[in-house]
């Protein structure tokens, strides 16, 4: 019996109080920010607003998001959810990225979307969405959006982490501090040298 597996459980604990509203003031722990005095809590602490606001998409990208995670919302701690808002100008996009902690759930509100993800198997997984269609992108999977309509577009991301994090591609190869070594990028991309400059000064590198 002493070599049986132990039963395993794969889901968070269970809160021990009602809320966490987190102390940004402090440093976060293995569970998020510690507690603010239940004292100093007020209803503001459960209320945000930041995805009420259109975000500048005036960036080589053409797109802008508005993260409502734990560090704009503080009443998201411990609760393992969070929305982002993405503001799209014509042709703009949300380029290629991964969330560490969370999968997606992508809904839009305005416009013509192009999502898709590619699996670790690289397959590509896509669907064009219109206002009120959604499409979810499973956890730490490279995925993207991309306006393929005539005007603006808006959605709303959702996700099962309240600090999902993103390795946004592009800025992870070419814009780290200090930078990935050329020769890693021009061996891993099949590139010369003059091709990793020329895509670092598109970032400002």
């Known amino acids: 019996m002493l070599l049986l597996p132990l039963p395993s459980h794969g889901a968070d604990p269970d809160p021990l109080q009602d809320f966490c509203v987190a102390d940004l003031s402090a440093s976060t722990s293995v569970n998020g920010f510690p507690c603010k005095p239940v004292s100093k809590t007020t209803s503001d602490d459960f209320f945000f607003d930041g995805l009420s606001k259109e975000g500048n998409t005036s960036n080589p ?16 701690n411990t609760l393992g959810i969070s929305m982002n808002r993405i503001d ?5 996009i949300n380029p290629p990225h991964s969330h560490p902690r969370a999968s997606e759930s992508v809904l839009v509100i305005e416009g013509k979307l192009l999502v898709g993800f590619v699996t670790t198997n ?11 269609q959604m499409f979810v992108i499973p956890r730490g999977l490279v995925h993207f959006q991309l306006n393929v309509g005539e005007g603006k577009a808006l959605a709303f991301t959702a996700f099962n982490s309240q600090l999902p994090g993103a390795a946004v591609l592009p800025l992870t190869l070419f814009a780290s501090t200090p930078s990935i070594p050329d020769q890693v990028l021009t ?18 590198f």
């Open 61 to 76: 990208f053409g797109a802008n998001l508005t993260a409502g995670n734990v560090l704009a919302f503080p009443g998201l």
């Open 88 to 92: 799209f100008a014509p042709g703009g």
């Open 122 to 132: 690289n397959v590509f997984y896509s669907k064009v969405l219109s206002a009120g």
């Open 187 to 204: 061996k891993a991309l099949q590139v010369d040298k003059d091709v990793i400059n020329t895509i670092r000064s598109k970032f400002g």
